[in-house]
């Protein structure tokens, strides 16, 4: 195994015995990303020399006994909208080229208080706004299972670098599934928490009663970890949430007899990809199998999650894209007449065209004779969905469902469709218009070799039942291999070609 095919724990555990030294590790990791990025390009910055000078330092520290957390001197990325002191943050877009921010997002703040070495900033769908990570100023990035596909998103950079074994792990921001739907397509595991539980300060933000900064990595018991570092109360962030629980690695315990575990009804209906169904539902028998109750259920109001969902978080887009404006800082266009038109000319050219979409989509809900029609009436549909959750809470533990409707579609099929790529969202948005926690694990893939991913979903504050159940399903699906990136040319050869699970003619085994 290459240092770079650890998990973050597994390496935390190896730089403390003195097996690798940090240095070693991180040199790896960029060995890796020197050769994968031409083709995957999940990096939209590499800060190779502080990233060295960093891992110098930290093993000094370990040395000295000044630093012992499990996560010591492990490489790790960070998603492009979460600032970096010093490292430019450019939220890939183009009117945030050059910025470089003063000062570090908490989560990042956390990561190197515990011994993270900071790799570099990763690739998004432009101010995360997509689900595909194609609408980036710097390019797409390529799912590293198969090149021709896309990695999901937004956060489609850090999944990919995760699952291309870039950085043992990485940060990821989720508004409405943009951890755990690309979690699913890149075959690794994500975990959006319950809203409050991770600073949002330095998070640039997209719909602020939404976003949510969350652990990507290779395995259950790393994003626990991940979790339990950067999770703390900021009074730097309004709605940062006071917990006393914070010790999720507690949770990884192989054990659900007597979990309640619900199903919706409404997820497996028109559209989801058969392959996909079967892929949940033998996650379902694997966790029956080992004592858990499983049933299923109607959850409701689904087909109203997606419209209240671009409502709300395109209207509080638009407020927050405001700021914005070619003035203080960023892109500002170079022929202009007066004051207002270079506002115009500068975000003009330098939004993208998704952004332009729902920045104008948020100004017309939020415009007078439409506010009540549509943004009140969406807050109100927000409500009732998580009543909905709630009445289901009641009733169980976890509750099991897709990620996705499908496994990564191809490269340019989603963009000329936006109205496709927002329901492909319907699985994972309910999540945060209710604010809970969601966890994606891989569990199969599908007859064309991509992965398909399981979503658990628990109620608000109760990340420890999720993890505990994702902990128990991995424990028994066994090992799950990083993709060889050339296996589309030599599908073959691939290593993941007998990946647990993985479906065949049949359906699943």
Not at 302 to 320: D, L, Q, R, T
Not at 367 to 394: E, M, P, V
Request: proline content about 5%; aromatic content about 8%; hydrophobic content about 35%.
């Amino acid at each position: 195994m290459q240092i770079s095919e650890m998990t973050a724990l597994e390496m935390g555990r190896s730089i403390k015995k003195r097996e690798i030294s940090v240095l070693e590790a991180t040199k790896d990791c960029l060995e890796r990303i020197r050769v994968m990025e031409p083709e995957i390009n999940s990096f939209v910055t590499v800060d190779e020399e502080a990233a060295l000078e960093s891992a110098r330092e930290i093993q000094k520290k370990i040395d000295d006994g000044s630093m012992t957390g499990p996560l010591a001197g492990v490489p790790a990325a960070v998603k492009d909208n979460i600032c970096t002191e010093g490292l430019k943050t450019t939220c890939s877009s183009k009117i945030l080229w050059n910025f470089v921010p003063t000062y570090s997002a908490e989560a990042v703040l956390n990561m190197k208080k515990n011994g993270a070495v900071i790799l570099g900033k990763t690739n998004m769908d432009e101010f995360a706004m997509g689900s595909t990570t194609e609408t980036s100023a710097f390019g797409a990035t390529k799912n590293p299972w198969n090149t021709d596909h896309v990695p999901g998103g937004s956060s489609g950079g850090s999944c990919a670098a995760v699952a291309a074994c870039e950085t043992i792990y990485a940060l990821g921001s989720d508004t409405g599934g943009s951890i755990r739907q690309p979690s699913s397509f890149c075959g690794v595991t994500g975990l959006k928490p319950t809203y409050g539980t991770v600073s949002r300060y330095g998070l640039i933000a997209y719909g602020s009663s939404l976003d949510q900064i969350g652990p990507i990595a290779k395995d259950v018991s790393d994003c626990a970890a991940v979790l339990e570092m950067i999770a703390s109360h900021d009074a730097k962030d309004s709605t940062s949430i006071l917990r006393t629980d914070l010790d999720f690695t507690s949770a990884l315990v192989d054990d659900v007899k007597g979990l309640r575990i619900g199903i919706p009804k409404d997820y497996f209906g028109e559209g989801l990809d058969e392959e996909v169904k079967q892929g949940v539902l033998k996650v379902a028998d694997v966790l029956r199998s080992k004592g858990a109750e499983v049933e299923l259920f109607d959850l409701s109001l689904v087909e109203y999650a997606i419209p209240a969902y671009y409502v709300i978080a395109s209207a509080e887009a638009s407020s927050n894209l405001a700021r914005f404006d070619g003035v203080k800082y960023g892109y500002r266009a170079e022929e202009y007449e007066g004051l207002h038109n270079m506002y115009k000319k500068s975000r003009s050219e330098g939004f993208g065209e998704e952004v332009k979409r729902r920045i104008m989509l948020g100004s017309f809900v939020l415009s007078s004779g439409y506010y009540d029609a549509y943004y009140l009436k969406a807050l109100r549909t927000k409500a009732l969905i998580k009543q909905s959750f709630d009445r289901a809470f009641a009733k169980y533990d976890v509750i099991l469902a897709p990620a996705s409707p499908t496994t990564a579609p191809g490269l340019e099929e989603s963009l000329s469709d936006p109205l496709k790529m927002y329901l492909g969202d319907i699985y994972t948005i309910s999540v945060n218009l209710a604010g809970l926690p969601g966890i994606t694990v891989p569990c199969c893939r599908d007859l064309a070799g991509l992965p398909i991913g399981v979503q658990i979903i628990g109620d608000c504050f109760q990340e420890k039942k999720i993890i505990r159940a994702a902990y128990a399903y991995e424990q028994a699906r066994g090992p799950w291999q990083a993709p060889d990136c050339r296996m589309k040319q030599d599908p073959e050869n691939c290593p993941a070609k007998e990946q647990p699970g993985a479906t065949t003619q049949k359906g699943v085994e």
